[in-house]
């Protein structure tokens, strides 16, 4: 495998579910990033990982819960979402934190809320 | 608070015509620029990037972006548009002390044969 991995590509769940989406990077960076992507809106940033470390949490809600247990894996674990969840959750990874520097991405998971 | 506009929300060229994509940003200082290209059931890919010197940029699969600091645009261009761009483009601009990147709305590019 190489550069960033998502799994499950598709997820449906129901709102009383539990899921976790996983995502992996083979480019040996120490940052990684969880984004949401919903039609018409931008893409949102919602945690930033460095070094294992949570960084930043864009005002997330609870229901959505990152953990990094290495610099190469980042996991989403998921309960009781809502509807208004459903959208395309990418993965991204870079070098380091530094300004302006490239992160790659995963091809997504696409979640559907039930 | 720094933001990213991208005025075209869908642009249906011809192939082989030439492509502009507009990107206006806001920001107070000079900000690190991005594109991305996204296909289909696929991530982001990085096109090119704008840091600093020559103000025209040069990036993968054919595509430039000029930065234009008097009119705060990035804009991407490409001379003649193959049916593989067909995508959705992404504007992004990034501060210089973090790794945040504010992204547009995007762009979907229809490419007609």
């Known amino acids: 495998e190489t550069g960033v991995t998502q799994t499950p590509r598709h997820l449906v769940m129901g709102m009383t579910n539990k899921k976790s989406l996983k995502c992996e990077q083979h480019?040996?960076?120490?940052?990684m990033y969880w984004y949401k992507q919903s039609a018409k809106k931008p893409l949102e940033l919602m945690f930033v990982?460095?070094?294992?470390?949570?960084?930043e949490n864009n005002s997330v809600p609870s229901r959505f819960s990152p953990e990094c247990p290495n610099s190469s894996h980042l996991f989403l674990h998921l309960h009781t979402l809502q509807p208004e969840d459903s959208a395309l959750y990418l993965c991204?990874?870079?070098?380091?934190?530094?300004?302006?520097?490239?992160?790659?991405f995963g091809p997504g998971t696409r979640l559907t809320v039930l | 608070a720094q933001s990213v506009t991208q005025p075209d929300i869908h642009i249906t060229v011809s192939e082989g015509a030439s492509l502009e994509l507009r990107c206006n940003y806001s920001?107070?200082?000079?900000?690190?620029l991005f594109w991305y290209v996204q296909s289909p059931g696929q991530g982001l890919q990085l096109l090119l990037k704008?840091?600093?010197?020559?103000?025209l940029v040069q990036g993968i699969k054919g595509f430039e972006a000029e930065f234009k600091r008097s009119q705060s645009s990035f804009n991407l261009r490409k001379p003649s548009v193959h049916w593989s761009d067909a995508a959705e483009y992404f504007c992004?601009?990034?501060?210089?002390?973090?790794?945040?990147?504010?992204f547009g709305t995007g762009t979907r590019l229809q490419v007609f044969p």
């Open positions: 704008y840091f600093s010197g020559d103000t």
């Open positions: 991204a990874s870079s070098q380091d934190r530094a300004g302006g520097t490239e992160q790659f």
């Open positions: 990982y460095n070094f294992k470390e949570q960084t």
């Open positions: 920001y107070g200082a000079t900000p690190y």
């Open positions: 992004a601009v990034g501060r210089t002390n973090t790794d945040k990147l504010i």
């Open positions: 480019l040996g960076h120490n940052a």
